[in-house]
């Protein structure tokens, strides 16, 4: 399957292949999100955006016919449940169809509901910690017709953060600095929208997202040099802003997204009884902005690094290494998603 990550700004696809423990990446390949069709995750408009699948589609190997998708933000509600260890799947389906009315904030007729074992209660071994996902079934039905629009069929519907961190654990086994980390963090600055997640051995076990992201950098950018919005995005992409931008541009959008980690990693240091991290991994299109992660390294004091979403990963000669170059954070949840093509 083809992870499909459906953002803002841009559409970005990944596919991969396995052979053992090795994995390749067969193709990458990025498409303008079409202006105003997708907002704070929500599609708007499916026909221009199933427009934009056909044509990064059309950049795909032909032989594929399958896509992995996510949905993210407001529409999505996940909570771990606690369940007696002998039921069966089928059993589960029926005791969670009762209580998810006092569960979901939604009624159940506008939800799409999910389940997923995940390991045995800490403190009661009779039971068993359950992830409950729902999602607002127009947020689904959306991506699902946009993909028919493109040719293909849509297989799964992640969620992002969860894609993403399934990327960021499947990578960091390959990192020295980030293997021995058991309480690893994910700084995904978007578009419109920065999502800190923490990764417990391996697991996400909290995710918080602000409303800030690499768009209000292109804003001071277009504020302090005069630029058109596609001017302002691609001299922050290429690494060609003006020898002043340090101070103009870079140090108050550094200044507000240093508070938000700050803000929220205090929020989770609260709830979870931890008092620092052994790791942060910085993804999404602003991730490789210079100094960034040295700022946060500094300023936080522990380890920080920008995201390698194909590290350790074989290439194939067919994929556009510009894009891996000027995008590579950017593919973590397609990556994320691309690997539930193995699980």
Not at 88 to 105: F, G, H, K, T
Not at 130 to 143: C, G, Q
Not at 188 to 205: C, F, N, P
Not at 286 to 297: I, K, P, V, Y
Request: aromatic share 4%; glycine share 8%; hydrophobic share 45%.
């Amino acid at each position: 399957m083809v992870g499909v990550d459906i953002g803002s700004h841009s559409i970005k696809a990944v596919l991969l292949a396995k052979n053992g423990n090795t994995f390749k990446v067969e193709a990458v390949a990025v498409e303008p999100t079409p202006k105003g069709a997708v907002v704070d995750h929500e599609i708007q408009d499916i026909e221009p955006v199933g427009e934009a699948l056909r044509r990064l589609v059309r950049r795909l190997p032909s032989k594929i016919q399958a896509a992995a998708m996510a949905v993210a933000g407001s529409s999505v509600m996940t909570k771990v449940i606690f369940m007696d260890a002998s039921l069966s799947d089928d059993e589960m389906v029926s005791q969670i169809e009762v209580e998810a009315e006092n569960l979901i904030p939604h009624p159940l007729d506008e939800v799409n509901l999910d389940f997923e074992r995940l390991h045995p209660h800490a403190n009661d071994p009779s039971r068993v910690d359950v992830l409950l996902s729902a999602a607002r079934s127009e947020s689904v039905e959306a991506r699902v017709s946009a993909m028919e629009i493109a040719g293909l069929d849509t297989k799964i519907m992640d969620i992002e953060a969860y894609a993403l961190g399934r990327a960021v654990a499947t990578v960091a086994k390959r990192q020295p600095e980030l293997a021995e980390a058991k309480l690893l963090g994910v700084l995904d600055i978007g578009s419109r929208t920065t999502t800190l997640s923490i990764l417990e051995d391996g697991e996400v076990a909290y995710t918080r997202e602000e409303a800030f992201g690499g768009e209000h950098l292109n804003q001071l950018i277009q504020s302090a040099y005069d630029m058109s919005v596609e001017e302002a995005e691609r001299v922050k992409l290429r690494g060609e802003l003006p020898g002043t931008a340090s101070l103009e541009v870079l140090a108050p959008f550094q200044t507000e997204l240093l508070q938000l980690a700050r803000r929220s990693l205090q929020l989770f240091y609260t709830t979870s009884g931890h008092d620092g991290l052994d790791a942060l991994v910085i993804t999404g299109g602003t991730a490789n902005l210079e100094g960034l992660a040295d700022m946060l390294r500094e300023e936080l004091g522990f380890a920080v690094q920008v995201a390698d979403a194909f590290a350790g990963m074989k290439v194939s000669g067919d994929v556009n290494k510009r894009d891996l170059e000027r995008y590579g954070p950017a593919f973590a949840v397609a990556s994320g998603l691309a690997l539930r093509s193995f699980g």
